[in-house]
């Protein structure tokens, strides 16, 4: 879930225009940081596309994977803008969670 939500990439075409381009829901958090509308929709599209295993575990075990996917979203969403705007506060260098500031 992590993997998908940190490198999907959403191909328009296929033109060189796609390669270089930020993941598709690091963006989306982005968004939502900026907004403050604390909702991230995700296309199951998207799931299938990147990994057809845990779409199928998505499908089959609905009431088990959403929450997962919630704590994974809400865990990388701090991680990338909560924790990582606190260490520059504190002068940026220090190791939070497991991640550099770099």
Do not use: W
């Not at 075409?13 to 403050?36: K, Q």
């Amino acid at each position: 879930m992590r993997n998908f939500l940190s490198s999907f990439v959403k191909m328009e075409g296929e033109d060189d225009e796609d390669f270089g381009r930020a993941p598709f829901y690091i963006e989306r958090l982005r968004e939502i940081h900026e907004t403050e509308q604390f909702v991230l929709d995700v296309d199951c599209d998207h799931i299938f596309e990147f990994d057809s295993t845990l779409y199928r575990q998505l499908e089959n075990y609905p009431t088990d994977i959403i929450p997962i996917f919630d704590l994974v979203v809400t865990g990388l969403y701090k991680e990338t803008y909560l924790f990582n705007n606190a260490a520059a506060d504190m002068g940026g260098s220090e190791n939070i969670g497991g991640a550099t500031n770099a």
